[in-house]
């Protein structure tokens, strides 16, 4: 992958697709995180002469304009950040665009409006990729949390232009591998969330590269029930029994420990307040239903970590959001965040709710490499080829479908 070190961009158009797909409330960035990460790519070019362009989509308007869709407000956040102006056009592709781009001079920063007004996006429609290739002399594609998305402003431009990858970009290519690729082991892998059929594919690889999987959330109640274990009222997808126990088999072929609760937070509903009390994973009520993770399993947690030298987490461990079932979440976080402020553990985490999580726990910032990804960190961890990294890599794929 060609990168942004030592390439001379003085005095060119840079289009720079970036994920400003950020939190908006009442018109004003609620979380600039993204923004963010984007900024030392912006700043090199700057330093370097270029006249930017960025690019990005926001939300899912399906060609629809509205301002609940327009990139406008981060235009002003950009603005606040990078504290030079950012010009804001209305557009992204068509005449006037071009003229404006035209007339950037070098150093300026030009913001276009939403892609995914234009149906060529997501369609990953070579025309509209040719539109947008005329406004920029090279293309750089900062945008890892769009990378699993065969879009026109991520994989058809690629084709068409000088491309390379940004600093968050590469910064998220080698904190993810170090990881997954080559980690150092034992590594071990947190994957929770609700179901285990959202995640198939991302276990049956972890399963075949990790040397320990703790499964949380849900998702556990799955794998105890295909183990013979009732559950009570817990959210199990017993139509996922067969998955399972393929995952676990693969897992035991290839010398991963799958680990799972040894007792769990119970109470008959999921409402803040309700009553709780504890239990061993085969004691669980039948009118209740496991929301957390109990102690004995936070201190096997606590134990298995220990041992471990780098950790990868997507998803949380019970339903975190509603107090008090974060509480096994946030202990084995800050025992990670512990570890790596020691420098004895690399962290690396991703995914919206593991982020929200790692931050309600205060343990974000000493985590060693924090993704911004969502779907593309998933997508990741399932072993697949990212349409936008494979194309910045040299590799495209013949043909492919669009989703979004
Ligand atoms: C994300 O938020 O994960 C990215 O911005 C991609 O958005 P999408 O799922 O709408 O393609």
Redesign the pocket.
């Known amino acids: 992958i060609k990168t942004i070190d030592g390439l001379d961009v003085a005095g060119k158009r840079v289009l720079v697709r970036a994920?400003l797909?950020v939190p908006v409330e009442a018109g004003v960035v609620a979380d600039a995180t993204r923004i963010e990460r984007v900024l030392p790519t912006i700043e090199a070019l700057r330093k370097g002469g270029a006249k930017i362009v960025l690019i990005s989509?926001f939300g899912?308007p399906k060609g629809e304009r509205s301002p609940e869709t327009s990139l406008r407000p981060v235009a002003a956040k950009l603005k606040d950040l990078l504290g030079t102006d950012v010009l804001f056009l209305d557009d992204c592709v068509g005449p006037d665009v071009e003229a404006a781009v035209a007339a950037l001079k070098d150093g300026d920063v030009a913001l276009l409006e939403n892609l995914r007004y234009h149906a060529g996006e997501t369609k990953n429609d070579i025309g509209f990729a040719k539109q947008l290739a005329a406004l920029g002399d090279l293309y750089v594609d900062d945008a890892f949390?769009?990378a699993h998305?065969a879009h026109a402003s991520v994989e058809a431009i690629a084709r068409l232009m000088p491309a390379y990858a940004g600093m968050a970009m590469m910064a998220e290519i080698n904190a993810l591998s170090a990881a997954l690729e080559d980690p150092k082991r034992p590594v071990m892998a947190v994957v929770g969330g609700a179901k285990v059929s959202t995640k198939i594919e991302v276990l049956t690889n972890l399963a075949q590269r990790m040397d320990m999987i703790v499964v949380g959330g849900g998702m556990a109640n799955t794998f105890l029930f295909a183990d013979g274990i009732d559950v009570g009222k817990s959210l199990c997808e017993p139509d996922f029994v067969a998955t399972v126990k393929d995952i676990t088999e693969k897992a035991k072929a290839s010398g991963c420990e799958i680990v799972l609760p040894v007792d769990v937070v119970v109470a008959t509903s999921l409402a803040e307040g309700v009553e709780t009390s504890v239990c061993g994973v085969g004691d669980v009520p039948a009118d209740t239903m496991a929301l957390d993770q109990g102690p004995k399993s936070v201190a096997l947690l606590k134990e298995k970590l220990a041992g471990a030298k780098t950790i990868l987490w997507n998803g949380p461990l019970g339903a975190f959001e509603i107090a008090p079932f974060g509480e096994a979440t946030f202990a084995l976080a800050k025992e990670a965040a512990r570890r790596s402020k020691d420098g004895t553990l690399i962290s690396v985490a991703g995914g919206g709710d593991t982020v929200r999580a790692l931050n309600e726990a205060g343990a974000a910032d000493d985590f060693t490499y924090i993704s911004t990804?969502?779907?593309?960190f998933l997508e990741w961890l399932a072993g697949k080829t990212l349409p936008g990294i494979a194309v910045l890599a040299g590799n495209p794929a013949p043909t492919r479908s669009a989703v979004?």
């Open positions: 994920d797909n989509h899912r949390s769009c998305r990804a969502g779907g593309a979004a």
